[in-house]
């Protein structure tokens, strides 16, 4: 069987990897193909991959390419995750909107909007490429925004795609840490569309004990922090997902963007300059391989430390800062058996689901199909889901999503429907539209400043009106609120 990785020269595909090497063996795998427009740097990564190769001794031939249809022919497994216009756009996306007042963020508010308007027609592209020479191949997105993208993807017509997010499935595990159980004992009852869901409910041998984790602080914390108000969170009364902060603390993370004067996009850039710069090194060793994957494991555990820092504190970015957390990030001996976590661990059980080989359950995102009565049918949502060889099960939520959920839920999802119709049909109009409705946004003056600011930044990856846009010229007073 063959499998590809577009996007192959991603952080993420080193992770990927090493869960198919580990746990891949039922599929038959005899090929994986990595396929990136950066002829470059994934030829510096191919040093890291056959280094992962090496230590597992697998047989799977790995094939390196920037030719999509020749990484998609015959394939039968396609994971997606660019990243149209790399790091710099990145960080255009996250700084254009905190001139204007707004939250700068990879995947929620307008950073996501202007991420998703360059990758829909990009992703479009790949997926029509793997229809014609790859029919009744699926299609597992790991691209951000993701509930966006895979909305783009089904409602242009490609059924066989799935939206995988890791965030749903590292909250259930920190409650469960939180409380000391195991959390294949507990059932989530959890509802919503991609960085934007509840827990309602956590059953443990029949009994909802969801009241009582309320009551539990350490339970509430996610990634070791207090992102959003314990107290906060009992008055709601359901468990929210992590990005949900940007929501609920929008001034005070807006405030600490500012202030900290850098954003995410920025810190992972520098973190990446010096990912490579190490690996340039590693090749001038007695063993490249093996130190390429040192290297990749330290720059990877570097990048969780600096999760959601910026956002929740004052942080010093500067070449000491990162040096130092390069330094407190050195990989732990013996890491070749270690069992893959997140998004990798997610994506191998669910290809090992569909492949009829062992049948999991996990959170996806997927054509509601009235799983969620309140938003339509043909929506993208975010939920758990039983798997197999016949396909993708969703569950639906035990309880009704509460009002304090349900209105905010819905905003959203009517801006990601506008975002999808602008991004694939280019359109200013409906781009603005989609802005405006956005809850983060204040206003449509704001709203077509800064969509204004994103066309002129993304010229380059933009047609039609989208592509036409002219930058407005801002008042004295609108690029800082």
């Known amino acids: 069987m063959k499998l590809a990785i577009i996007g192959g ?20 795998l005899t090929e994986i193909a990595f396929m990136d427009i950066d002829t470059e740097r994934l030829d510096q990564m191919s040093l890291v991959l056959n280094g992962i190769h090496a230590a597992h001794q697998h047989p799977v031939k790995l094939t390196f390419t920037d030719d999509p249809i020749a990484a998609l ?24 909107p905190l001139r204007h007042g707004v939250l700068g963020q990879e995947t929620t ?16 592209q790949y997926l029509r490429i793997m229809e014609e020479y790859a029919p009744g191949a699926i299609a597992l997105n790991l691209t951000n925004p993701a509930g966006l993208i895979s909305q783009a993807a089904y409602q242009e017509g490609f059924g066989n795609i799935l939206g995988i997010c890791d965030s749903p499935m590292e909250l259930f595990k920190d409650i469960a840490d939180g409380v000391g159980l195991p959390s294949d004992e507990l059932w989530f009852d959890y509802v919503g569309i991609n960085h934007l869901g509840w827990i309602q409910m956590i059953l443990h041998r029949g009994q909802d004990i969801l009241p009582d984790i309320l009551q539990n602080n350490e339970a509430l914390r996610r990634h070791g922090k207090a992102m959003i108000e314990p107290e906060f969170i009992r008055t709601l009364g359901v468990i929210p ?127 509601n199909h009235n799983v969620i009565p309140c938003l339509a049918h043909d929506d993208v949502v975010e939920v758990q889901a039983r798997i197999d060889g016949n396909g993708v099960h969703p569950f639906r939520p035990i309880k009704a ?81």
Not at 439 to 460: F, G, M, Q
Request: hydrophobic share 40%; net charge neutral; charged share 20%.
């Open 9 to 28: 020269a991603g952080v993420r595909t080193p992770q990927l990897l090493r869960a198919l090497l580990l746990h891949g063996a039922p599929l038959g």
């Open 241 to 367: 997902n992590e990005y949900l902060m940007f929501y609920y603390n929008n001034t005070s993370i807006v405030r600490q963007l500012t202030t900290n004067n850098s954003s995410r996009g920025k810190m992972i850039h520098a973190l990446n300059q010096r990912f490579f710069t190490e690996l340039g090194l590693a090749k001038g060793t007695a063993d490249p391989t093996a130190a390429a994957l040192d290297v990749y494991l330290r720059y990877s555990r570097a990048r969780d430390a600096t999760y959601m820092r910026l956002e929740t504190e004052a942080v010093v970015q500067d070449d000491n800062g990162i040096d130092a957390i390069w330094n407190e990030s050195k990989p732990a001996h013996g890491h070749n058996d270690i069992e893959p976590e997140g998004y990798s661990a997610i994506a191998m059980a669910i290809i090992l689901a569909l492949h009829g080989t062992k049948p999991t359950t996990t959170t996806v995102n997927v054509l």
């Open 109 to 124: 508010g307008p950073g996501g909007f202007a991420m998703a308007l360059r990758t829909v027609p990009v992703i479009a």
């Open 73 to 96: 022919t015959g394939v039968q497994y396609a994971f997606f995750t660019i990243r149209v216009g790399a790091i710099d756009s990145r960080i255009l996306d996250e700084t254009i």
């Open 401 to 481: 999503i509460p009002e304090q959920c349900r209105g905010l839920l819905q905003a959203v999802k009517s801006y990601e429907r506008l975002t999808v119709q602008a991004a694939i049909e280019q359109s200013y109009r409906k781009a603005l539209l989609a802005l405006t409705g956005h809850p983060l946004v204040p206003d449509a003056l704001v709203a077509r400043r800064i969509l204004d600011d994103i066309c002129a930044a993304n010229r380059p990856f933009f047609s039609g009106e989208l592509g036409q846009a002219h930058q407005t010229t801002a008042s004295p007073d609108a690029s800082h609120t």
